[in-house]
């Protein structure tokens, strides 16, 4: 059986213990230190809550993984003193040590090396942002360093949450663009520059911007403490703005006045007064990432209801809304959608209603404007929507519609007739039919939404 470390910063001699060290880095919980980029939807003691419930986990996945595997387990901390006692991992002994190093790829490469200097022959490291981590991509990384230079597990924001090696390589942490999307491109082109060969992992998230912690909300008992719980009889509205000061009272005064529902501004960067508005008008707000995807997650993630209604702010709601909701998930669908209604007299807006109303009548495919409503526990099982500019309702909609029916309520939405009228009813229609098109042909949600952004010159809607 392979020795076990007790100490921190023991002699490179009581190191040489197993072929496998398994490396967590982390920064200590301090508010205002970690998680920095949660702060303004949690506070800095919430990011800081959140933090140390992430560290947790992970340190539980990876001692069992330790104890169970043979692999030795070795914590690199920075930002203050180790983890008091009653915080570390008790299912195997851990090596404890201080980062070393003046950025992110420095102190990666140090720890590396110096793990594979003292005898290991195989070194995995992985931070505590990702709380989807397993023991099985754990064991799946040792797996492929049997036959590659380098595993790395992808995280969906463009960077990585896992990297294991055999042998030191300084070169493959030097000049990366650390915190950007461009981090795992970079290393794997960095990697063939090297004549490195390499394996990937599958792609988690990890947790760093508010759009994430629906993550954290699908895992539920884990992070009970430092988010958001649900609330049974709740209905959460969940409203994406950016410089929508114009029509938020309108669509916000008849939802504000139903009992047992919250309204929660996922703002996406408005200077109009947008929000300021809101919070006269008392809904929540949240300063978030822009793009309704992600504005949507974010809101959702920390919003309490037992059932999410995700709108436009230009849309207004039936007075029944509440009922028809109800209506509909208490039939059994998986979620439901409004019928569809332009606010304007006008025979082309007319066709435009009824071909909308009729491709989601057989098709099961209504739109964002149409006002999506589902349990929120469904919500979150299917990991929320896309964190996309554009495309992200569709994409949910068809992935509902693998799981149950969508039904469409009798009664209507009325959304504002101000697209069609600036930009043209055929033009506008032609152009949604167009980003249709070309996502269901691969175009990247990104290039759809430059290139939608581009045919509606000045406008500012999210």
Not at 328 to 339: C, E, Q
């Amino acid at each position: 059986m392979a020795h076990r470390l007790s100490s921190s910063d023991g002699p490179p001699e009581a190191a040489r213990a197993c072929a496998r060290r398994l490396i967590v880095m982390t920064r200590i919980p301090a508010p205002g230190r970690v998680k920095t980029r949660l702060i303004p939807v949690l506070g800095p003691d919430g990011a800081a809550a959140l933090h140390a419930a992430l560290l947790h986990k992970t340190l539980h996945v990876a001692s069992l993984h330790s104890r169970q595997s043979g692999a030795d387990l070795e914590v690199r901390f920075t930002g203050g003193a180790a983890l008091a006692a009653d915080a570390r991992p008790t299912e195997c002994s851990v090596i404890w040590r201080e980062q070393r190093g003046t950025g992110l790829g420095d102190r990666m490469n140090d720890a590396i090396t110096a793990a594979l200097n003292e005898g290991a022959s195989k070194v995995i490291v992985i931070g505590t942002d990702c709380p989807d981590i397993s023991a099985d991509d754990l064991g799946c990384a040792w797996q492929f360093l049997d036959g590659h230079d380098l595993v790395l597990g992808p995280a969906d924001d463009g960077g990585y949450y896992l990297i294991g090696m055999n042998e030191p390589e300084a070169r493959l942490f030097a000049g990366i663009d650390w915190g950007t999307s461009q981090v795992l491109q970079q290393t794997l082109d960095r990697a063939r520059r090297l004549r490195k060969s390499f394996a990937l992992l599958p792609v988690h998230s990890d947790i760093d911007e508010a759009e994430n912690l629906v993550v954290c909300r699908r895992l539920g008992a884990d992070f009970q403490d430092q988010l958001p719980q649900k609330c049974t009889g709740l209905l959460s509205v969940i409203i994406p703005t950016l410089n929508e000061f114009d029509q938020l009272a309108s669509t916000l005064t008849p939802i504000l006045n139903c009992r047992n529902c919250e309204v929660i501004i996922a703002d996406g960067g408005s200077t109009d007064g947008t929000v300021e508005l809101a919070r006269e008008l008392g809904c929540r707000v949240l300063a978030v990432n822009r793009g309704r995807g992600r504005q949507m997650n974010a809101g959702a993630a920390l919003a309490r209801g037992e059932i999410f209604l995700f709108m436009h702010a230009d849309a207004r709601l039936p007075a029944n809304f509440v009922e028809e909701i109800h209506d509909a998930l208490d039939g059994g669908a998986i979620a439901g959608a409004f019928r569809f209604q332009i606010d304007q007299a006008g025979w082309s807006l007319r066709c435009v209603e009824w071909g909308t109303n009729l491709r989601v009548k057989f098709r099961q495919l209504p739109y964002g404007d149409q006002g999506l409503f589902l349990q929120s526990d469904d919500f979150f099982r299917l990991g929320g929507f896309k964190n996309w500019p554009l495309m992200e309702d569709y994409e949910m909609c068809c992935r509902l519609k693998r799981h149950g029916r969508i039904r469409i309520t009798p009664a209507a939405i009325r959304i504002s007739a101000r697209r069609w009228v600036r930009f043209g009813v055929w033009r506008t229609t032609l152009i949604n039919q167009l980003c249709v098109a070309g996502f269901r042909l691969g175009v990247s949600p990104e290039r759809l939404a430059r290139w939608y952004a581009a045919c509606r010159p000045g406008s500012t809607s999210c």
